[in-house]
């Protein structure tokens, strides 16, 4: 990107935060106050922090990425890669760089090949490009440019709840090129090691055992128990599942976060029908990715496509995962 363009964006950032007013002004201690803050986030200049001063969200244009989610002062949830902290993406790369964090692919991934021309990596522009970002009073919107092969730009809205420990993101799609293409909204949620892992599934499921397997192995100690079905992480090997699910939960011994998108009935969806994913990491990265399905859509020129992710943070109340997941989704 030339260094005049980066100029812009940087006094774009600021410009926009200055206009902000009500509870925003800027402070020697940005990690308490309510609203949106510019700060320097683990090596990355122009990071944006929200608050409502009860849990923080830490936005990074560097990454195009949502990259942590939690309550304020305490142990982080989503997981980032220590390895790639303060680097920049970068849509030329060749090879994957997993930053960890919150963002958004195209649906199907089987359809990658004949977009982009590989399997993997994913699509640049959605996955490996630094995004514009604007802030104003208590959110933060990340727009990208218009992807070269799907003629789509992205755009994703990030709201924290004013009174309670909940992150609203809204993703966009708008068709602004190209002949008309066939495409999901996925959003992809990289989570520490959990303790187990959750999905909720609808009372007339498609998938009597639970899941359908998409790839890799089949999953680790795997459950079906009062319509929840849930998993662990494998240290040795990688698990991909799916389901017809509508909400997610993640838990570790202190946190639990859960994952609301609702499904659209009788909508054709990617991944063999499923809207909700869980896929398992092996060592040495020890993350999970909770990841999000919207229904498949054939866009043409001026189309828009929409889903909203709900995170809701939690505390752990009861010792055993199967007791608090219960409670939490209900």
Do not use: C
């Not at 940087?10 to 402070?27: D, K, M, P, T, Y």
């Not at 849930?230 to 976060?257: H, P, V």
């Not at 859960?258 to 909700?276: F, T, W």
């Amino acid at each position: 990107m030339p260094k005049e363009m980066l100029v812009f964006i940087r006094l774009s950032l600021i410009f926009g935060l200055f206009l902000a007013v009500g509870e925003f002004a800027f402070a020697k201690d940005p990690a308490h106050r309510k609203g949106v803050s510019l700060t320097t986030y683990h090596g990355w200049e122009d990071a944006l922090r929200l608050s409502n001063g009860e849990v923080e969200a830490i936005v990074v244009p560097d990454t195009g990425r949502v990259m942590q989610f939690h309550f304020i002062g305490e142990d982080e949830v989503f997981w980032e890669n220590e390895k790639l902290q303060g680097k920049k993406a970068n849509p030329a790369a060749t090879e994957w760089a997993n930053f960890g964090g919150d963002k958004s692919w195209p649906s199907p991934q089987t359809g990658w090949q004949k977009m982009i021309g590989r399997d993997w990596p994913p699509p640049s522009t959605f996955d490996a490009t630094p995004l514009q970002a604007h802030a104003h009073r208590n959110e933060v919107n990340l727009v990208s440019p218009v992807d070269a092969a799907y003629g789509i730009r992205v755009h994703r809205r990030i709201k924290l709840d004013p009174g309670q420990p909940v992150l609203t993101i809204t993703t966009t799609y708008q068709k602004i090129s190209g002949s008309p293409v066939k495409v999901g909204i996925g959003v992809i949620t990289q989570l520490r090691d959990p303790q187990r892992a959750f999905i909720k599934l609808p009372e007339n499921t498609q998938f009597p055992e639970g899941y359908v397997l998409l790839n890799f192995e089949k999953p680790q100690d795997r459950k079906l128990e009062e319509g929840l079905f849930s998993l662990t992480r494998a240290r040795e090997y990688r698990s991909q599942i799916g389901n017809d699910g509508s909400s997610l939960l993640w838990m570790n011994e202190k946190y639990a976060l859960r994952i609301d998108s609702p499904r659209v009935p009788g909508a054709e969806y990617a991944n063999q029908g499923s809207s909700s994913v869980i896929y398992t990491n092996s060592d040495p990265d020890a993350y999970v990715e909770l990841e999000t399905y919207g229904p498949l859509t054939t866009m043409n020129v001026g189309d828009k496509i929409e889903r909203t992710n709900a995170y809701r943070l939690a505390r752990r109340s009861e010792k055993d995962p199967d007791t608090e997941a219960k409670k939490l989704l209900r």
